[in-house]
């Protein structure tokens, strides 16, 4: 595990800092909630004091409970999953619009 500290910050500007990083895991000592992540994916900016990185579309893959911390995991939501999911929308969008259930 790494000595560094990572903060995250979610599009609507909640900052979850204190963060230690295991594999793609990051761990804090502070509960975490998976609300607080819902439409907050987007972007998303990953720092550990010295660099930041900004990933323009993640999703909550899992929160455990590990003893007194608690461990999550995000992911980039690749190309071709954004593009499915706006054709998806379109077609949902079009029969709305139509007056055809899908």
Not at 9 to 24: F, P, Q
Not at 72 to 82: G, H, P, Q, T
């Amino acid at each position: 595990m790494e000595d560094k500290n990572y903060s995250i910050t979610l599009a609507d500007g909640t900052v979850i800092g204190d963060l230690k990083l295991n594999g793609n895991n990051f761990i804090s000592k502070s509960p975490i909630a998976k609300e607080i992540f819902e439409d907050c994916c987007s972007p998303v900016v990953i720092s550990d004091g010295e660099a930041e990185e900004t990933h323009n579309n993640m999703e909550l893959v899992q929160i455990t409970p590990m003893g007194e911390e608690y461990w999550f995991v995000l992911r980039d939501i690749s190309k071709a999953e954004m593009e499915k999911i706006k054709m998806q929308s379109d077609i949902e969008y079009i029969a709305m619009m139509a007056g055809v259930e899908l």
